[in-house]
DNA sequence: CTCTGGCTGACACGAAGCTGAAGCGGCGGA
DNA sequence: TCCGCCGCTTCAGCTTCGTGTCAGCCAGAG
């Protein structure tokens, strides 16, 4: 397994690298954001441990970059306890765990071998609705094999979906899953991203329960 | 989806509680290891929520007996930050993830969110009335194996009737379902719900008490 | 038979939903 | 640093369909 390691403090880097490497896992080893980027670029990697804190940046921005470009790496964050907002928006900016700073070493390969187990078990499983595929794993879709680009909010809009396919999700329960928490939007938002979501899937996916919400068409 | 909480701090507990139930999941709350085996033989949890220090014994041993029995429900750690070691022997034990006390009730929100998308998929409880079958939570009957579609009012007005199966209700008690306080219905709306409703599930399942109100049928 | 209360087809209104277009902000490339 | 692209949100006008109303019919009780 290659693990790609961003951490500009040189002392809990080293003591990160050496720990990895003992498990017998590969490192690569980054202190800056922008090597960081040409270190994905260039190489692929199973893992990313991420520090947010950075002497060129906040590693969220990298974190969003990764996910939008539709990058699908397992990510750890590491971040100092009192960050708490900074763990939510990781989470949110499609982190999988973090690590709480300071961290015992052992716990780190724990949740590196959980990661990496969750991730095991390529190739990725499909879902298929109809005429569609889908990979959640690998956030793509295809219709009659075709594959089809969604945008962020509207891959978490139809994963709400896939979450329960079949049941009647409300927009305000449909407005959580998209904002999180700071939710602030007043307006039909909703609408407009189903509507979309149905131009690019086909009208059946997503069924209209007029005054109630919507819900997952049957295949 | 349905939480067992398993939090023997009476002020933490009842954060968690309402945060969940905020959230829209239903929540069951014991303070000890005794009523949550009893809980977890007695019903069926999508999440459990195991705080590790409590009054009779602790949660590790919880989490081995329910792995080794074959119970693969997601369970999350509560533990407080110095226990580094039950953190590790945690997610060895079979947990899926932890957080880390104290935290922010929006992250428990985040961490259950993302706990459910990676296990959702179990069916919805369904009820059965004669040839008709519920699912509550998706807002779905269907008839003889056939979806029947219900309009909001409809749902709503059989909602009623499920709520108090074989009760008599008048129609002002349905009125006050239906319409909430700011009601000036002076209209025979009831009436016509009802047989609209019977049309689309069947004449039998709501019966008339003439001068008095419906009741639902026997199935 | 009569009377009262319930049933139901028809219909018009308005709220809810749809969608094209415009404004805006963030990110990447130059 | 500036510019352009792209996705997201907002808005407005249009369409759709759920719903309340009513009228006429039906059925049970006395």
Redesign the interface.
């Known amino acids: 397994m290659r693990i790609l390691l961003i951490e500009d403090d040189t002392v809990l880097g080293a003591a990160i690298r050496d720990q990895i490497a003992a498990d017998g896992q590969s490192v690569d080893w980054v202190m800056r954001l922008d090597a960081a980027g040409d270190a994905v670029k260039s190489a692929s990697y199973d893992l990313i441990l991420l520090d947010l804190m950075l002497p060129d940046g906040r590693g969220i921005g990298f974190l969003k970059g990764l996910r939008a470009r539709g990058d699908v790496t397992p990510v750890i964050i590491l971040t100092a ?1 009192d960050q ?2 900074d ?2 928006e990781g ?2 900016a499609g982190a999988d ?1 973090y690590l ?1 700073k300071p ?2 070493l ?2 780190l390969s ?2 590196i071998g ?1 990661v990496a187990r ?1 991730y095991s078990g390529n190739p990725n499983p499909i879902v298929c609705h109809g005429p569609l595929a889908i990979d959640l794993a690998a956030r793509s879709v295809h219709r009659d094999g075709k594959p089809v680009a969604l945008t962020a909010r509207e891959w978490a809009l139809f ?1 709400a979906f896939l ?2 396919p ?3 999700l409300s927009k305000a ?1 449909l407005e ?2 998209l904002y ?2 700071d939710a602030e939007v007043e307006s039909n938002t909703i609408e407009v991203h189903v509507s979309r979501l149905r131009k690019k899937l086909g009208s059946a996916v997503i069924e209209t ?4 919400g919507y ?1 997952l068409g ?1 295949p």
Do not use: C, P, T, Y
């Open positions: 306890l708490v907002s763990r939510i989470l949110n765990d709480v961290f015992d052992a716990e724990a949740r959980s969750r994963d979450a329960r079949g049941q009647l329960q959580e899953k999180a928490f329960e007029r005054g109630m819900r049957r």
